[in-house]
C-alpha cells in the first residue's frame, strides 16, 4: 500500500471532485470523498460542493476521528474512517448521491446480497456484487457500524435510500467502480421491461481470472 503525501492528497481529492461533478454524479453538496494518509484521513467537509474544493478546506481527521485541520467534517467521515479501518489495504474513499444508483436504492423487492445483475464485463471486473445495506439517517453511526462489517468481505456497498459507497486500493480505483455502479443502475432500469441476458457465473469466472479482479 503506497500513501499519497498530504499535499498530493489533497490535490487529488479537488481534482477527483471536479470530475465527479463535471460527470454530473454529485448534486447538489452531496457526496463526499477521503484518503488515507499516514497519521489520520483527509475527507470532504460537511456541505461542501465537490466541484469547488480547495486544497486547504479539506478536512484532516486523527483516526480516532478529531479534527485536526481545515474545515468540520463531512457527516460521513465516520463511515469513511470505518470502511477504511476494516480495509488496511485501501487507501480511499468515495460516497456519492448519483441519481441512477439513488433511484435503484429506493426501489423494492431487490436482492440484499447483490442488487445488480453483472450486465457487462466492466461491472464484473470493477464490482462484483453490491449488497443493500439497511436505512439508516445520514451520518448515523450505526450506518457505519453495519457498513464496517460489510467491507470486510465487500469493497462496494449500495446504503438504502441514499447510495452508493467504494473503498479502493487509490482514489482512482474507488472513483471507476462508483462510475460503473452508476452506469450499471442506469442500464438496469433501461432494461427494466425487458428481458436481459447478464453474464453468466462461468463468465465472470473468466473474467475474474483473467483480470484477476
Do not use: W
Not at 173 to 183: G, L, P, Q, T
Amino acid at each position: 500500500m503506497k500513501l499519497l503525501t498530504e499535499n498530493a492528497a489533497r490535490d487529488a481529492i479537488v481534482k477527483r471532485g471536479h470530475m465527479l461533478r463535471n460527470a454530473g454524479l454529485t448534486p447538489g453538496s452531496s457526496g463526499n470523498i477521503s484518503v488515507r494518509l499516514e497519521d489520520g484521513i483527509l475527507v470532504t467537509p460537511t456541505n461542501s460542493r465537490l466541484g469547488e474544493l480547495e486544497p486547504n478546506d479539506i478536512s484532516k481527521l486523527n483516526f480516532d476521528g478529531h479534527l485536526l485541520s481545515g474545515m468540520p467534517a463531512s457527516k460521513e467521515a465516520y463511515l469513511h474512517l470505518k470502511m477504511l479501518e476494516e480495509r488496511p489495504s485501501d487507501t480511499a474513499v468515495v460516497h456519492l448521491h448519483s441519481t441512477h444508483s439513488v433511484a435503484l436504492s429506493c426501489m423494492g423487492g431487490l436482492d440484499v446480497d447483490n442488487v445488480l445483475p453483472p450486465l457487462t464485463a466492466y461491472y464484473a471486473m470493477r464490482v462484483g456484487s453490491l449488497p443493500l445495506i439497511p436505512y439508516f439517517p445520514p451520518g448515523d453511526l450505526e450506518l457505519a457500524e453495519i457498513v464496517a462489517k460489510f467491507a470486510t468481505r465487500h469493497y462496494a456497498l449500495l446504503l438504502s435510500n441514499h447510495g452508493p459507497v467504494v473503498s479502493g486500493c487509490d482514489l482512482n480505483a474507488a472513483s471507476c467502480a462508483i462510475e460503473e455502479i452508476e452506469e450499471t443502475a442506469k442500464l438496469h432500469m433501461l432494461l427494466e421491461n425487458y428481458k436481459t441476458r447478464p453474464l453468466t457465473a462461468k463468465q465472470v469466472a473468466d473474467i475474474n481470472d483473467r483480470f484477476k479482479s
